[in-house]
């Protein structure tokens, strides 16, 4: 009998911005009650080290597998990956491949580690965050 790995927590929240940018557009930030606030994620309790989290990218994660940019920071110079996750959705879960730590050390090769969500676990806290803008 084949075993499955367990799977693992995510969870999307929001939290007050420390820098805005000059073009907030695309960056995961909203100003909401007249402060500004920035999209975050984190795995198994571990906060990604980013600027904000991109949750369309993540959206488009539960449609198709591939490669993605879920993870943005507007200083990282256009066109270089900040934090590439490469995605393989299956019927009713999705596995990504990501960095581990979910961090950057400039001289530090990173490793690369699988994790395993319901997608149904990653859209009910896509809806959550996504009602908490309107």
Not at 35 to 43: F, H, K, R
Request: aromatic letters at 14%; charged letters at 30%; proline letters at 6%.
């Amino acid at each position: 009998m084949e075993s499955r790995r367990k799977f693992n927590g995510i969870k999307f929240y929001r939290k007050a911005a420390t820098y805005i940018p000059d073009n907030p557009t695309g960056t995961g930030l909203y100003c909401i009650n007249d402060q500004w606030m920035v999209d975050c994620v984190a795995i198994n309790g571990v906060e990604a080290k980013c600027a904000s989290a991109d949750i369309y990218e993540f959206e488009k994660m539960l449609q198709k597998s591939g490669k993605y940019q879920p993870f943005t920071d507007p200083d990282w110079p256009e066109g270089l990956e900040y934090y590439p996750v490469r995605c393989y959705t299956e019927d009713e879960t999705i596995v990504m491949v990501m960095r581990t730590p979910l961090r950057i050390w400039e001289d530090e090769e990173p490793d690369y580690n699988a994790y395993r969500f319901r997608k149904s676990d990653i859209t009910n806290a896509i809806k959550t965050l996504k009602l908490q803008i309107n």
